[in-house]
């Protein structure tokens, strides 16, 4: 079993349709987790940062941490065709390294 | 500005050839990584540095070499014995093991550089 499990898609949507991107996990130990989204050809950009559990909003963006369950989520309103990438679930804790989950492609159609 | 570079943008290598990916960062971060990325498999670590002078071998470090004589910089090379190598290489970032547990560490990464064998 990986530490980090994420639906790699792809996601298609219409725009302006609210987005749910989640990834599960095993290890209980995990302190913070990430947000990247990744342009095709490009370096992952952090959206989002999250130290243990709860939700945290940026604009449009919303990242939820469930430490009972081991999920987390991000959600994405109003999407754009802009948003169109590879999102990529990070976790860890400190003094160990980072787990990626392997991506979920979305697609926003016009 | 801040940031992270790799270079060059895109690279190709011959069979038996050794290359050298660079990768340069300004955000004053101890720490530093390699990654490949290859379709469908995420990230995958390459090798690691925490400090200047010292590097560890990540998950899938044979056929790979670094240096870290310099805290702004740490190359990978590509030796001849990695025998798939083409890839997309990304280099990245953290403040490292400095602070406490609530200190945020993400990593920034590089724009890439993709390695492809010719």
């Known amino acids: 079993q990986k530490e980090v499990e994420q639906d790699p898609g792809p996601l298609s949507v219409p725009e302006g349709a609210i987005v749910s991107l989640n990834c599960t996990y095993s290890?209980?130990?995990?302190?913070?987790f990430m947000w990247y989204r990744q342009y095709s050809r490009k370096g992952p950009e952090l959206l989002m940062y999250?130290?243990?559990?709860g939700n945290k909003e940026d604009g449009r963006f919303t990242a939820q941490v469930d430490k009972s369950s081991k999920y987390i989520s991000l959600f994405i309103r109003d999407s754009q065709p802009s948003d169109s990438a590879t999102y990529l679930c990070?976790?860890?804790?400190?003094?160990?390294?980072?787990?990626f989950g392997a991506g979920t492609r979305l697609f926003v159609k016009a | 500005d801040g940031g992270i570079t790799q270079s060059p943008k895109y690279l190709f290598r011959k069979e038996g050839q050794n290359v050298t990916l660079s990768c340069e960062q300004n955000?004053?971060?101890?720490?530093m990584y390699w990654y490949r990325q290859d379709p469908g498999q995420g990230l995958r670590l390459i090798y690691y540095?925490?400090?200047?002078?010292?590097?560890q071998k990540g998950d899938i470090a044979e056929g790979y070499s670094v240096s870290r004589e310099k805290k702004e910089s740490f190359p990978l090379t590509v030796t001849s014995a990695q025998k798939n190598p083409t890839a997309f290489y990304l280099c990245?970032?953290?403040?490292?093991?400095?602070?406490?547990?609530?200190?945020?560490?993400?990593?920034?990464f590089g724009p890439g550089t993709r390695l492809t064998v010719l």
């Open positions: 990245a970032s953290s403040r490292g093991t400095s602070g406490d547990s609530t200190t945020r560490n993400e990593q920034f």
């Open positions: 290890n209980s130990a995990f302190q913070y």
């Open positions: 999250t130290y243990s559990s």
């Open positions: 990070a976790m860890g804790r400190r003094g160990f390294k980072t787990i």
């Open positions: 955000l004053n971060h101890d720490a």
């Open positions: 540095s925490q400090i200047v002078n010292d590097f």
